[in-house]
């Protein structure tokens, strides 16, 4: 991999964020995923990032144990406190951070305001 000194996660982060509540059932957030063709949601409290949410969450963590989806909140199942990443970070050091944590992906938050994802794929393909 090359290292790009100038590249910021804001550079390498796919912009914008869906979000559920937390007391969203687990349908409504593995709806919002088929229909916006992504893996994960944010899981936020108004503006206030305080989970994340994973598709593999929701088989794993819910529907294995046998629970019923429609009736559990995501803020049962979501990763709660998430690490979370300003774009002003250089990209390497997010690299970093998501190998010692073993995290796929990242809410980027702006002045306390979630505003986009980085993943490893994102930071892979430029660092």
Same mark, same amino acid.
């Given at each position: 991999?090359?290292?790009?000194?100038?590249?910021?996660?804001?550079?390498?982060?796919?912009?914008?964020?869906?979000?559920?509540?937390?007391?969203?059932?687990?349908?409504?957030?593995?709806?919002?995923?088929?229909?916006?063709?992504?893996?994960?949601?944010?899981?936020?409290?108004?503006?206030?990032?305080?989970?994340?949410?994973?598709?593999?969450?929701?088989?794993?963590?819910?529907?294995?144990?046998?629970?019923?989806?429609?009736?559990?909140?995501?803020?049962?199942?979501?990763?709660?406190?998430? $690490?979370?990443?300003?774009?002003?970070?250089?990209?390497?050091?997010?690299?970093?951070?998501?190998?010692?944590?073993?995290?796929?992906?990242?809410?980027?938050?702006?002045?306390? $305001?979630?505003?986009?994802?980085?993943? $490893?794929?994102?930071?892979?393909?430029?660092?």
């Amino acid at each position: 991999m090359n290292e790009h000194a100038g590249e910021y996660v804001k550079d390498v982060m796919t912009p914008g964020v869906v979000a559920v509540r937390p007391g969203a059932s687990l349908v409504e957030a593995a709806r919002l995923m088929r229909d916006h063709g992504i893996g994960d949601v944010v899981v936020a409290d108004g503006q206030r990032v305080v989970g994340m949410l994973t598709a593999r969450d929701i088989t794993v963590r819910a529907v294995a144990e046998g629970v019923d989806p429609l009736a559990v909140g995501v803020g049962a199942v979501c990763t709660r406190d998430p $690490l979370v990443v300003a774009p002003g970070l250089p990209a390497r050091d997010a690299l970093t951070l998501m190998r010692e944590r073993a995290v796929r992906r990242l809410p980027v938050v702006e002045n306390g $305001l979630p505003v986009g994802l980085v993943s $490893l794929g994102d930071l892979g393909r430029r660092t």
